[in-house]
């Protein structure tokens, strides 16, 4: 009668342990720019942004983005100060994710896709067609956009993806060293991935 016991509590802790990560939304971006570098060659620079935050954390991501929420928009539509506005309030929301990183590696992010346990991807228009991404637990950025739960967390995305890269194409622009360009990013709270 004690090992029956003792299998029966074993089974009943085992269902209480819910799986990491089930709950997770995923928003992946990209942003691409040719850029010259000082010695005039035009390079290509691409980013890809992966952010991502448990479900039930998204009302209070919301809630903490705040009545005005006209500061978080697409950032290539928006003015020079935007930047600073972005960053400053990027800043009080970012506890609220799990992770924010760039990465200039395509096959990177499809990797973490296949081994990555979540609920959905939101993905950028182009990444959605592309082979390799998923469909399945999908939904491209044009419909997420337009979706009242998740339009914020794919424009932040959008913009990580955006100032990120900004950040990045100085490795070319301004040969900066990858150091550098990873201490300009951690301030932000935002990690660099290659």
Avoid: C
Wanted: glycine residues 4%.
């Amino acid at each position: 009668m004690g090992k029956r016991k003792k299998k029966k509590k074993q089974k009943k802790n085992m269902q209480k342990v819910p799986e990491p990560f089930n709950d997770l939304i995923i928003a992946i971006d990209r942003s691409q720019k040719s850029v010259k570098t000082k010695k005039g060659k035009s390079v290509k620079v691409t980013v890809y942004s992966w952010v991502d935050i448990p479900e039930t954390k998204l009302p209070e991501l919301i809630a903490n983005i705040g009545r005005d929420r006209d500061w978080l928009k697409h950032a290539k539509e928006q003015n020079k100060g935007y930047k600073h506005k972005f960053e400053n309030k990027f800043l009080k929301i970012r506890p609220l994710l799990n992770r924010v990183e760039i990465t200039p590696n395509q096959r990177l992010i499809k990797e973490r896709l296949e081994k990555e346990s979540y609920k959905l991807v939101l993905l950028e228009d182009k990444l959605y067609e592309k082979k390799g991404f998923p469909t399945e637990k999908a939904m491209r950025e044009s419909i997420a956009k337009k979706h009242k739960t998740y339009k914020y967390l794919m424009t932040t995305a959008d913009n990580v993806a955006y100032f990120g890269r900004a950040i990045y194409e100085e490795r070319y622009t301004h040969e900066r060293k990858l150091s550098e360009i990873k201490a300009l990013l951690r301030k932000l709270g935002i990690n660099l991935v290659e």
